[in-house]
Nanobody, 119 residues
Framework: VQLVESGGGLVQAGGSLKLSCAAS????????MGWYRQAPGKQRELVAS???????NYADSVKGRFTISRDNAKNTVYLQMNSLKPEDTAVYYCNANIRQYGSIYMNYWGKGTLVTVSS
């Protein structure tokens, strides 16, 4: 299984970006999909997650500004980021809980995409 992120880049404060992450390979089903981020010198943190068929969860720091969504037919998760702030600058990682064989779900990570917000 591969998770490939896209959509990162440089944006001014107040601007918007939309991240995408597509899962490919042998996939029977996907449970939760989510986005994490890691800023320089900080630990990786959850930004938003969306379990299959359930409501999304958001970090307090992004509530009201970010929206996570998924397209199950495309095995893809999105993160719409609005009203970006310099403190949102980080490498954003996609995460997915995927069942490839049998009944076991395993956790997979993308390689990350850099988001830089200038002031």
């Amino acid at each position: 299984v591969q998770l490939v992120e896209s959509g990162g880049g440089l944006v001014q404060a107040g601007g918007s970006l939309k991240l995408s992450c597509a899962a490919s390979g042998t996939i029977i089903s996907i449970n939760a999909m989510g986005w994490y981020r890691q800023a320089p010198g900080k630990q990786r943190e959850l930004v938003a997650s969306i379990p299959s068929g359930r409501s999304a969860n958001y970090a307090d720091s992004v509530k009201g500004r970010f929206t996570i969504s998924r397209d199950n037919a495309k095995n893809t998760v999105y993160l719409q980021m609005n009203s970006l702030k310099p403190e949102d600058t980080a490498v954003y990682y996609c995460n997915a809980n995927i069942r490839q064989y049998g009944s076991i779900y395993m956790n997979y990570w993308g390689k990350g995409t850099l988001v830089t917000v200038s002031s």
